[in-house]
């Protein structure tokens, strides 16, 4: 049970430049988010899915796009990276439900956008 | 609305000594309540929770926490740190659309 998987761990990115930020899960758990995490400011939803093809907005969701084709995927994208998205982006998933707070969380990816 | 608030950004503790680390929530639905732990360069994990029940919830690693409704808090105690707990500290409560809201977090540091 390999748990949250994110690739890539480090990423360096040029302003306007786009990517995407991998998450799978083999939990076969029905929730899935994305978080950044920046100093000071704990972590901040920026989106979230229920289950494959139901995604929705979070706390912060400009400038991100979400996709959920499959239960295992949920992939992030930056359409044009700008500098103020330079944080440590954290995936997770649970089960839906009474279950839904006991969040697993993947290693994270920390991005620098210069 | 729900909101969390640590009061302590870093609280530095030597080994073996007691430590508490502070926690107060807003909330305007039932109240759920969580500490999550995040060691160095990981993600972080359910250190306890507490949904209905016991105010006392007891968590992995020698933790506890007691939900108190009149001073809106939800401390956390280890009696004994050990180095090993060296580690950042996340406070959440759940949001009115069942979201997890996290605190700002609190930087553990246990010195030998």
């Known amino acids: 049970n390999a748990g949250v998987t994110q690739t890539p761990k480090f990423q360096v990115l040029k302003t306007g430049q786009s990517m995407t930020l991998q998450c799978a899960q083999d939990m076969n758990h029905e929730y899935m988010s994305w978080y950044r995490q920046d100093p000071g400011m704990g972590l901040r939803l920026i989106h979230y899915s229920v289950g494959a093809g139901i995604t929705d907005q979070g706390e912060v969701p400009n400038g991100y796009n979400v996709s959920r084709s499959t239960t295992e995927d949920f992939p992030l994208r930056l359409l044009s990276a700008a500098p103020s998205q330079t944080s440590v982006y954290f995936c997770?998933?649970?089960?839906?439900?009474?279950?839904?707070?006991?969040?697993?969380f993947g290693p994270g990816t920390r991005l620098t956008v210069t | 609305a729900q909101s969390v608030t640590q009061l302590d950004s870093q609280v530095p503790v030597f080994e073996e000594a007691p430590v508490e680390l502070r926690c107060n929530y807003s909330?305007?639905?039932?109240?759920?309540l969580f500490w999550y732990v995040q060691y160095p360069n990981q993600g972080l994990q359910l250190l306890l929770k507490y949904l209905s029940g016991s105010t006392l919830v007891k968590g992995i690693n020698g933790f506890e926490a007691e939900f108190n409704k009149s001073q809106t808090s939800f401390h956390l105690r280890k009696p004994s740190v050990h180095i090993s707990d060296t580690a950042e500290y996340f406070c959440a409560v759940r949001s009115n659309t069942d979201k997890l809201i996290f605190g700002t977090g609190t930087r553990l540091q246990v010195f030998p």
């Open positions: 909330s305007s639905v039932s109240v759920y």
């Open positions: 997770a998933s649970s089960y839906s439900g009474g279950r839904a707070y006991e969040q697993y």
